[in-house]
């Protein structure tokens, strides 16, 4: 098949090199003209696992190309996925719909011919009939283009992967047994066959799946690390304690970890969306839960800050401390709402002398907070540190030698907010270590 991808950022790029993948013929469009010819150089503008090698292999084969057109987008295929950007609202949590009816308007003038939007972007439950209005009264070939709903389900770092093999998929359509239906389920055949559930439902349904998701997997995150605050003050340890509920068949393993709390692009917006719409809709009492889930998430950050101040004194003023990771997740160099960053933040407001590093991630740190100090080596930025923080668990700072380490600082203390360090080689190699939920 021919199809488009209207917006190239971190959705819409991972798309259509998946699709690629799967055996179509891919037009990527983005207005962004220095970002076009990035990705026309089969290099993506961000880091994400295994996507430059998609992007090369297939912009070399010419099953992908990218063009700031949509004049060339919508001359090129009858099937247009739209995966631009939904973020808050500069003076809100609500999303903020600008980029989608952009596309949306500034596409459907060229649609001239029967025609597939797909939405992939996430958005607040009642969007779809907005965009088939506007798809409606600005393409010349007015009732005969379908709208349907597509929701991606993507984790930054494995988005290759969820994409080529994902969990589920799902189709959000007016009606049943559409033309729309159809091409998508031609676009993911391969899918389709390999035995990938797939979901057929209307707009509203497939609008809320995306959100509902995020929503479930905040709570749980946040739910263990509300018995962590329970485990530090009872004396038990969080991490058996997440051991003996994961073998629970009802509950699983997956997705709830304990540590420092999500953070991202996608699970806080996603969250405080969901919530502001279900506001709007008077639906407040049902998503109370999930107030309390951001609390508990932003808890765990202060309470970072709260043992820092434990160990080297209320007054941090001067204290040297080393922060290992910045990226939100190992794997990717995306600092949005970064849990390591704000604890950075704030021990630095507090005074603090701090360096960060990132085997990723420290470009794009340096732009949002110049005012921390960096170093490209874990070790050297431990250098005099009387406390280490490690808050991004990259595998690269476990293979650490704690021994060596330990000569560096000046002080051999390490808070892990992520409970990924082995706690028996450390402390045998003369390390103090404090994990959250143990205590």
């Known amino acids: 098949m021919k199809m488009t ?20 013929e891919v037009l990527g469009m983005d207005c962004d003209i220095d970002k076009v010819n990035t990705l026309a150089g089969g290099q993506a503008p961000f880091f994400e696992r295994n996507l430059d090698d998609l992007l090369a292999k297939h912009t070399a084969n ?10 060339e987008a919508a001359a090129f295929a009858d099937l247009h996925f739209i995966g631009v950007g939904t973020p808050p609202q500069a003076a809100g949590d609500a999303y903020d719909l600008t980029h989608l009816l952009n596309a949306t308007r500034q596409l459907a003038p ?19 009939p907005r965009i088939a209005e506007l798809l409606t009264r600005h393409a010349p070939a007015g009732d005969l283009i379908e709208l349907a709903w597509n929701p991606e389900f993507l984790r930054e770092s494995f988005a290759v992967e969820d994409t080529l093999r994902p969990d589920r998929l799902v189709l959000g359509f007016a009606t049943t047994h559409s033309w729309a239906e159809a091409r998508l389920r031609q676009a993911f ?11 057929v439902t209307d707009w509203a349904t497939a609008e809320l799946a995306k959100g509902a998701a995020n929503s479930f997997l905040a709570t749980k995150i946040s739910f263990i690390n509300a018995m962590a605050e329970v485990c530090e003050k009872s004396g038990a340890d969080v991490a058996a304690l997440t051991d003996i509920l994961g073998h629970d068949i009802r509950i699983g393993h997956r997705g709830m970890r304990p540590g420092l709390g999500f ?16 506001d709007e809709l008077e639906a407040s009492d049902a998503v109370g839960m999930l107030r309390e889930a951001r609390t ?26 080393t922060v290992w990771g910045a990226a939100f997740k190992p794997e990717t160099d995306d600092i949005r709402d970064s849990p390591a960053l704000a604890v950075a933040q704030a021990l630095h407001d507090l005074g603090a002398s701090v360096t960060v590093t990132d085997p990723k991630a420290l470009d794009n740190a340096r ?24 808050l991004t668990e990259w595998d690269h700072f476990t293979r650490i030698d704690p021994k060596l380490l330990a000569t560096r600082t000046k002080s051999p203390k390490v808070i892990d907010a992520r409970g990924t360090l082995d706690a028996n080689r450390w402390r045998s190699a003369g390390w103090v270590l404090r994990t959250l939920g143990r205590a």
């Open 5 to 24: 991808v209207i917006g190239c950022g971190y959705l819409g790029t991972t798309h259509a090199a998946c699709m690629a993948e799967l055996g179509h």
């Open 62 to 71: 010419a099953t992908l190309r990218f063009t700031a057109s949509y004049a």
């Open 110 to 128: 060229y649609l001239t011919g029967p025609a597939v939007i797909a939405v992939k972007s996430t958005v607040p439950v009642g969007t779809a």
């Open 189 to 199: 055949a391969k899918l389709i066959d390999a035995g990938v559930p797939t979901i």
């Open 263 to 278: 953070g991202g692009g996608c699970l806080p917006k996603d969250l405080a969306g969901f919530i502001t719409r279900a």
């Open 296 to 321: 508990v998430n932003t808890r765990r950050r202060q309470r970072v800050v709260d043992l820092t101040r434990e160990e080297l004194g209320p007054d941090l003023r001067g204290k040297r401390i």
């Open 367 to 390: 732009k949002l907070h110049p005012e921390l100090d960096y170093a490209a080596d874990p070790v050297t930025a431990a250098q005099d540190a009387e406390l280490l923080l490690h």
